[in-house]
C-alpha cells in the first residue's frame, strides 16, 4: 500500500529545533539530544521535547507540525495527523515528520511535567536563539530509576560527562 510518504534518509534534528523556535513553540529538549548539547558523547536520532500544554502553545505547535507533515510513527502503513486533543492529553505523541523524527511528551520520568520542569533547565544558544534544555544533572537524577536498557546503558556516560563539566 503506498502511503505517499517517503523515508527520511537523514534526519536534520537541528531543522526541527529551528522550526519549534521560529514557530515560537514553547518546549523544553530532553532526551539524547539534551544530552548532546551540554557535551554527552552519545548519538540520538530524533527530537525529544517536553511541551506547554497551554491552548495557544498547542495551535504553534500543530502549526509546526502541519508545516513538517508530521504524522504518528505507527508499525502499518496508516497515515494519522497530530491531533489537538492527543497534544492537551498526559501522554506521549512518537511523530515522524519530513525533517526526522519528533517525539512531543507531556511529561518525562515522575510524571514531570512542562511547568516543573523548567527550574531544572539550562539556557542553551542555537543559532541565536535561546532553547531551554534539560540540565544533565536532573537528567541523571531521574534516569538512575529507569528500567529501559537504554537509559541503564547511557547513564555512566551522562554521569561522567557531568564530572567533566564540574571539573571544567
Do not use: C, W
Not at 491531533?83 to 506521549?92: D, F, I, N, P, T
Not at 519528533?102 to 511529561?107: G, K, Q, R, S
Not at 523548567?118 to 534544555?133: M, S
Amino acid at each position: 500500500m503506498a502511503t505517499g510518504r517517503e523515508k527520511i534518509m537523514s534526519p536534520d534534528l537541528s531543522a526541527i529545533l529551528e522550526g519549534l523556535l521560529e514557530t515560537g513553540v514553547k518546549f523544553i529538549l530532553v532526551g539524547g539530544l539534551a544530552a548532546v548539547v551540554q557535551g554527552a558523547p552519545v548519538t540520538t536520532m530524533d527530537v525529544d521535547i517536553v511541551h506547554e500544554q497551554s491552548p495557544d502553545n498547542i495551535s504553534r505547535l500543530l502549526s509546526f507540525l502541519k508545516s513538517v507533515d508530521a504524522y504518528h510513527r505507527r508499525p502499518d502503513d496508516r497515515i494519522i495527523e497530530p491531533k489537538r486533543s492527543e497534544l492537551s492529553e498526559k501522554g506521549h505523541v512518537l511523530l515522524t515528520t519530513r525533517l526526522g523524527p519528533l517525539d512531543v511528551l507531556a511529561f518525562i520520568e515522575e510524571d514531570r511535567a512542562y511547568g516543573e520542569l523548567i527550574e531544572n533547565t539550562v539556557e542553551v544558544d542555537f543559532r541565536g536563539n535561546i532553547i531551554r534544555v534539560l540540565e544533565l544533572k536532573k537528567m541523571i537524577q531521574l534516569k538512575k530509576d529507569s528500567r529501559n536498557p537504554r537509559d541503564i546503558q547511557r547513564l555512566p556516560v551522562l554521569e561522567e560527562t557531568l564530572r567533566q563539566l564540574e571539573k571544567a
